[in-house]
């Protein structure tokens, strides 16, 4: 098993560019999340969905959005990126109440 | 508001002490409780979860939860330099969606 795989590892987005950080996991998990980490801080819970066609949002939802078509994948969008979407993400996947597996993250920086 | 506070630290204890860290949590309906480990520039990994109040032993690691009280701590014996890292501490939401709140870490530094 890979686990939860991210891509990609790092990026620079210039002020108002569009991109999606992809996310995947071959556990057959059917609870998966993305979180945000700002430098010394938590992680942020920004979106999340129960199972394939459903999501929801989390505590910082505003300039994301995210799709669940299969089981296997969650990406994430940034529309209109901001300095203040200068952050690692992290993506995660659990099989209900069972232990919560983190990706690798995405560290991303917005110019 | 549900919310998880933890002292940002860093705690330094000497090699071979007993490190412990502290968390408490707003929402009495929280069941469940975790203690991540993250190294610097690293994913968060489980440690250690605990459910009910009292003490849960794993290896160095025991978790210690007061529900009445609202707080949970974590305990590592015998600490070593490779346990110097940020331990996170997380609570259920409380709903069948399974989210995890946060706190923002306590940096540990075990000296030599």
């Known amino acids: 098993n890979a686990g939860v795989t991210q891509t990609p590892k790092f990026r620079i987005l210039k002020i108002g560019q569009s991109m999606t950080l992809q996310c995947a996991q071959d556990?057959?998990?059917?609870?998966m999340y993305w979180y945000r980490q700002d430098p010394g801080m938590g992680l942020k819970l920004i979106y999340y969905s129960v199972g394939a066609g459903i999501t929801d949002k989390g505590e910082v939802p505003n300039g994301y959005n995210v799709s669940r078509s299969t089981t296997e994948d969650f990406p994430l969008r940034l529309e209109l990126a901001a300095p203040s979407q200068t952050s690692v993400y992290f993506c995660?996947?659990?099989?209900?109440?069972?232990?919560?597996?983190f990706g690798p993250g995405t560290r991303l920086t917005v110019l | 508001q549900k919310e998880v506070e933890q002292n940002s630290g860093p705690l330094s204890v000497p090699e071979g002490a007993i490190a412990s860290l502290n968390c408490t949590y707003s929402d009495r309906g929280s069941q469940s409780f975790f203690w991540y480990r993250q190294y610097s520039g690293k994913s968060p990994e489980l440690i250690m979860s605990i459910y009910s109040n009292g003490d849960k032993e794993d290896g160095r690691f025991t978790a210690q939860l007061n529900k009445a009280s609202q707080y949970v701590s974590l305990l590592i014996r015998d600490s070593q330099p490779s346990d110097s890292a940020t331990y996170l501490c997380a609570v259920n939401w409380g709903d069948s969606s399974y989210k995890l709140i946060f706190g923002s870490g306590t940096r540990l530094l075990v000296r030599p």
């Open positions: 995660a996947s659990r099989k209900g109440a069972d232990t919560q597996y």
């Open positions: 556990m057959n998990h059917n609870y």
